[in-house]
């Protein structure tokens, strides 16, 4: 069982934009910055977001990270099958003096 | 460029211990503190612990704490996570992540940017 809840899998078709939530609570992400990766089965994850919404270098504006209160939203734009991962996001929680991770979205562009 | 290269893959008993190393290069090791999570089989991600490059104060995951240690040696710019009493479930992909952990007007902010490419621990008899 996650500390952050994200729902399992979300699909879209190429072209069309998906946003995946992430919920959480005020120990979490109602009061730290929230970042976001992405995860094809065996490679390294990528950093996509961090700090709820600014992107690393060389990751495309397609992929935006907002938030509200004690959630957050990743939203990807004109999507790609490249695009096709599991996709985290994760936080500080002050009460568990630890990071943590959602339980990750599949994302599968049909 | 900035990487992170990790030990080979090991395969243990249960009840041994295991010892998987992180060995950055191309940026300054005492300017970024290390992350490591893992991903067992079918499973999601799941964070294990963060050591600061300020005097390698460490945080666990609570489940891990009695059974986990991370350390330095900056002389080689080198990372470890030491994994003892090892059971089948630790059976994963181990994973080290260059992060930044600190306090921002009140919020903390926290990522992990740049990620080794893993190393699968398998622990079976």
């Known amino acids: 069982q996650s500390v952050l809840t994200q729902p399992p899998s979300v699909s879209a078709a190429p072209g069309q934009t998906v946003t995946i939530s992430c919920s959480g609570t005020s120990s979490n992400i109602g009061n730290n910055y929230v970042s976001w990766y992405q995860h094809l089965p065996g490679t390294a994850p990528k950093l996509l977001i961090y700090?709820?919404?600014e992107r690393p270098s060389g990751i495309p504006d397609r992929f935006s990270g907002s938030k509200s209160d004690t959630s957050a939203t990743l939203g990807i734009t004109g999507l790609q099958a490249g695009d096709e991962a599991d996709y985290y996001c994760?936080?500080?929680?002050?009460?568990?003096?630890?990071?943590?991770f959602g339980g990750g979205t599949k994302l599968t562009v049909l | 460029q900035v990487q992170l290269v990790q030990s080979g893959g090991e395969v243990k008993k249960p009840g041994a211990s295991v010892k998987v190393s992180c060995k950055a290069s191309g940026y300054t090791f005492s300017s970024y503190g290390i992350s490591w999570a893992r991903q067992a089989p079918g499973q999601g991600l799941e964070w294990m612990g963060w050591?600061?490059?300020?005097?390698?104060?460490?945080n666990y995951a609570e489940k891990l704490q009695d059974r986990i240690s991370l350390t330095t040696d900056p002389s080689t710019s080198t990372a470890y996570m030491e994994l003892r009493s090892l059971r089948s479930d630790d059976t994963a992909v181990y994973y080290c992540?260059?992060?930044?952990?600190?306090?921002?007007?009140?919020?903390?902010?926290?990522?992990?940017?740049?990620w080794g490419k893993g190393t699968t621990v398998t622990v079976s008899s």
């Open positions: 994760g936080t500080w929680d002050g009460s568990l003096s630890a990071g943590v």
């Open positions: 050591i600061s490059p300020y005097k390698g104060s460490t």
């Open positions: 992540a260059r992060g930044k952990l600190g306090e921002r007007i009140y919020y903390f902010y926290y990522y992990m940017d740049v």
């Open positions: 700090d709820n919404n």
